[in-house]
C-alpha cells in the first residue's frame, strides 16, 4: 500500500493516513480492496475512532461493493483510494469502464442483483461519479 501524498496538510500532520492500493482486477481482488479497507481504517482509528461503530461496517461494505462491480463490469485493474475528509472518509474506486453506474431493478427470481447502487446512495452522505478517457472515478463520502 501507498500513501497518497499532501491531500490535507493539517490532518497530514496529525498521523491521519492516506492510502491507494491498485489491484489487477481479478474475483480475488474484492477480497483485496476489504483487507485494504480494513487496514486504512485500523489505523485511522487509532488517531480518530469513529462515531458510531456502524461507520466502519458501513465503510467496508461500500468498498466492497464498488470493488465488486469493478470486477464485474470493468475489464482490467482498479483503484482505490481512501482519505479522511473533515467530516468523514472520502472513498475512491477508479475503474477502466467509462460507463457511469446505473441504479438496475431488483429480481430477486433471477439470483439478486440490482441493489449495490441503491445500497451505497442509503450508506453514503454523497456518490459522484467522474468519466474520462481511461475509465471513472466512483466518489463517496461517508461518514466516520
Known sequence: MTTEPGWDDRLAARGIPSRTTGFPGEPRDVTGARLAAEGFLRDLARIAPPASPEHWDDILLV????????????????????????????????????????????????????IGWHLLHALCDQVSVVTGEQGKDVHAFLPW
Open 63 to 114: 468498498v466492497t461493493e464498488l470493488a465488486a462491480n469493478a470486477v464485474q463490469y470493468a475489464p482490467g485493474p482498479f483503484e482505490l483510494r481512501m482519505r479522511r475528509a473533515y467530516d468523514g472518509v472520502h472513498v475512491t474506486l477508479h475503474d477502466t469502464s467509462t460507463t457511469p453506474p446505473s441504479p438496475r431493478p431488483f429480481r430477486p427470481s433471477t439470483g439478486g442483483g440490482g
